[in-house]
C-alpha cells in the first residue's frame, strides 16, 4: 500500500523565499470534495474565506499547506483548484478523496498513490511520475455495472469524479500534481441514490437525502454500511494526506 504523498525536494523555495511568503503561499495544495472526507485532518487548522472569480472559498490552512473543499464533480473541483492556485501559488496540488474500488479485492479504507489519471470524458491522460495504479475519473457516481465497465476500459484499479480535472488545472499552471485516494465503496457494493441529491455547484444535499431515505426503510442497511465505511475512509485518508502536509 503506497503512501499517499508526492515526495518534495524543495526546488525553488529558499529560506528566505518561504519566509518573505509564508502568510500568502503554502507548498502544498489540496483540493478535496467534501469536508467529511478530510475532518479528522484539518479540524485543528485555521480557517479563511476568500473570494475567486465572484466565489466565496473556505480554504484550511497551516503552515506549509492549504485545503479547499470545493464540491463533488469535475466542474467542482476545477473551480476550487483554480482558486487554491490563484490564491497562494502552491508548489504542489493533490487532488485527495474518496474513491469507488475497482479492483474486487479493494475494500474500505484502502488508499493509494495512483500514478496515471486518466479522464474518461475524453481519454486524456495524466502521469504523476511517482505512486503506483491506476484511477479514471467519471462524470457520475459510478455503480457496480460502471464500475466493471470502467475496470475493463481503463485497467483502473479506482474510479473517482475530480482528480482528472485537477491535474489539467495543475498543468495549465505549471505545478506538479498527486492524488492521495481511499477506497469509500468497493466493486459491488450498492449504493443508494446519492447522485439525485448533487446540486449544481457540486454541493450534497444532505438534509433532502436523509429525508429521501427516512421514508424508505428498505435503503437504510446500505446508508448505515455507506457511512460506516466512509468514516473508514476518512480516518485511512487523513493519515495518509498527514504525511504530505507536514
Known sequence: MALCAVPWNGSGFTSTHRKSR????????VVAALEREVWPLVR???????????????????????LVCGGIGAEAARRA???????????LVISAGFAGGLDPALSAGYALTPRLVIDAGDGSRTDSGTGEGVLVSFGEVADS???????????????????AAVSRCAQAHGIQFGACKVVSDSRNDRLPPVASFVAADGTFQSFRFLAHIALRPWLWVGVGQLARNSAIAAQALCKRLAASTQ
Open 145 to 163: 455495472d460502471q464500475k466493471a465497465s470502467l475496470a475493463k476500459a481503463y485497467g483502473a484499479d479506482v474510479v473517482d469524479m475530480e482528480a
Open 22 to 29: 509564508l502568510s500568502d503561499s503554502r507548498k502544498v495544495a
Open 44 to 66: 485543528d487548522w485555521g480557517t479563511t474565506q476568500k473570494q475567486h472569480e465572484g466565489r466565496a472559498f473556505k480554504f484550511f490552512e497551516r503552515e506549509n499547506a492549504v
Open 81 to 91: 483548484a483554480e482558486a487554491i492556485i490563484a490564491l497562494y501559488q502552491p508548489a
